[in-house]
DNA sequence: TATTGTTATACTCTATAACTATA
DNA sequence: TATAGTTATAGAGTATAACAATA
């Protein structure tokens, strides 16, 4: 967007043109913005937006170990412990020592984990549509996530 | 260890086909991406990107309170007198004590202030051609943008 | 020697309460 | 009373180093 005075600026307000203009600072708002709806899901549940995907990504790959999950976040595997740690303690989520090294721990989700994980997958599913309602369509939720792992690249 | 296995998935990669539609998940990850990039940009300057968005701020609109610049960006007004203590101490900003209301401080920035967001601006645009390039061109970046703002509507 | 999980630690960002000086 | 700035503090999230057990 080029760099245009908003005409119907207030002489009170905060003039904001160049800044609203920065790719990483709309990126930061939207982001937080996002995150915040996301906790307001799942406050009954009382899950982080990690420990959503830490448990969708152990349901999709049973057995793996903490390493490999927390890799795919880009979560250090120090950090991890103490994630993984909470959702074991509730419950969710154990560590298997598999007889071939046991160095590691095989991350599996408990019945109660699969049961849980069903009721987050409704919550995660509202907050998908109101994400896409205010996005304006499935379509442009598309588009955004394109642009998003293009700037991943 | 069973492998659920997914065309064209590598049977030692973890499938993260769930995860990876998550809207949160793909703004975190494109944020901190983006970040890193500014960051990267602006070692020289040793600017962050909070501190370029207020210098920013406080050449389009100076004379303003503290409490008006961390407002527009989200700072709470506690954690933004150590980020202005930080530009203070290194000669880019000032705060004057104006007469009519001598509890606030106005915000400016110093000649030097001036010189230093000069050459900021400069890094500044490189780092948005990258984000362009990657995105695939103005049309996209723009698309971003729109559609980052309906996020936070 | 290298890897896995772990602990300890530190730094950034963020959030809240309480203080001060002014209004 | 209320506001602007400040201090102190606590909680997340993230980063690195080092250690024990195992490979």
Request: aromatic share 14%.
């Given at each position: 967007m080029t760099e245009i005075a908003e005409p119907?600026?207030?002489?009170d307000q905060v003039d904001t043109t160049e800044t609203s203009d920065i790719i990483g600072y709309k990126l930061r708002r939207a982001q937080l913005m996002v995150f915040q709806r996301f906790i307001a899901f799942f406050e009954d549940l009382d899950l982080r937006p990690a420990e959503y995907s830490v448990l969708v990504l152990i349901a999709r790959n049973?057995?793996?170990k903490q390493t490999e999950i927390a890799d795919v976040l880009g979560i250090k595997r120090a950090n991890f412990v103490a994630l993984i740690n909470g959702l074991d303690a509730r419950g969710l989520t154990e560590r298997r020592k598999p007889a071939n090294d046991r160095r590691s721990h095989a991350l599996h989700l408990t019945p109660a984990g699969e049961a849980f994980l069903k009721r987050a997958r409704k919550v995660q599913s509202a907050f998908e549509t109101e994400c896409i309602e205010k996005l304006g369509g499935e379509h442009a939720r598309d588009d955004l996530l394109r642009l998003l792992d293009k700037l991943c690249a």
């Open positions: 119907g600026l207030e002489f049973p057995g793996r």
